[in-house]
């Protein structure tokens, strides 16, 4: 089965309402988003309803960072599935390491999450991956295999394609170091495997697995050019227009640009 590949920016606590908006026009400018890729911005909450505006008539696709389980009521600071779909996402990030690490997101939370998500029709990237000490503990494809055995337990799935798994080393998250791209390739083969277990073949060929840590428009087309790496979750390389268009142009196939080759395109 096909599968377009996804590319994701993740912003993070990063960029205000104004600066949101500067990036959009700034990055709808530089080129038009190729087809062969699926492009999503996850901005902060508060610049979600601004950067869906600015996204208008474009095909990038806009995604949260978080959500609550539950469709509404007394949860006071969060925000819901259906007030997501409101505003237009098409995606949630769900478990991603710094919701494990710093606000202590368990499995069991993530997996509430992830249900909810698809039941109100988002789809979630479920984010897994293992610390330094447990890649050196050799116990990689446990956790891996722990975090997506408990994050899509409630999960109904039909072809794959409602949600993606993101393989997100956290130990490569923000640090400059990127997994190797055949380490990149054993585990998110074994993540494929784990999904065809639990949901069957179908499922497994049609969700697209995708690979964050420090992605950069350098090291872009050596993970994607491995066969289960269906994409790529960009943090800080994200927040600057060029560098991320750069990702894209690299995930869409298309070679770096150098200085002398820019395709007509400015700065790309
Ligand atoms: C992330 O936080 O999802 C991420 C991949 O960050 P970075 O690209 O900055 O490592």
Redesign the pocket.
């Known amino acids: 089965m096909e599968r377009k590949p996804l590319v994701a920016a993740?912003w993070?606590m990063n960029k205000t309402v104004p600066e949101s908006v500067d990036f959009v026009q700034e990055f709808l400018q530089l080129f038009a988003v190729p087809p062969e890729v699926e492009v999503v911005l996850a901005p902060p909450f508060t610049s979600l309803a601004p950067v869906a505006k600015a996204l208008e008539g474009s095909p990038v696709g806009l995604a949260a960072q978080n959500m609550h389980w539950e469709e509404a009521g007394a949860y006071t600071g969060e925000i819901s599935p259906v007030q997501l779909r409101d505003l237009g996402c098409r995606y949630v990030l769900l478990g991603?390491?710094?919701r494990r690490h710093y606000f202590a997101e368990g499995d069991g939370e993530i997996s509430q999450k992830v249900s909810a998500a698809l039941r109100e029709g988002l789809s979630p990237i479920l984010?897994v991956g293992e610390t330094l000490g447990e890649r050196e503990y050799g116990k990689t494809l446990e956790v891996i295999e722990r975090q997506i055995g408990s994050g899509t337990q409630e999960a109904d799935l039909e072809d794959g394609t409602e949600m993606v798994l993101?393989y997100?080393p956290v130990w490569?998250?923000?640090?400059g170091k990127t997994a190797r791209p055949e380490e990149a390739q054993e585990v998110h083969r074994f993540m494929r495997g784990m999904v065809a277990s639990l949901f069957g073949g179908a499922v497994s060929a049609g969700m697209r697995v995708i690979y964050?840590?420090?992605?950069s428009p350098e090291n872009t087309a050596e993970i994607m050019a491995m066969e289960d790496v269906d994409g790529v979750?960009?943090?800080?390389?994200?927040l600057v227009p060029e560098s991320f268009a750069r990702i894209i142009k690299s995930a869409a196939g298309n070679p770096l640009d150098t200085d002398d080759d820019q395709g007509g395109q400015v700065g790309l």
């Open positions: 993740n993070k991603h390491s710094e984010c993101a997100e490569a998250i923000g640090t964050g840590g420090s992605v979750l960009v943090g800080g390389a994200s």
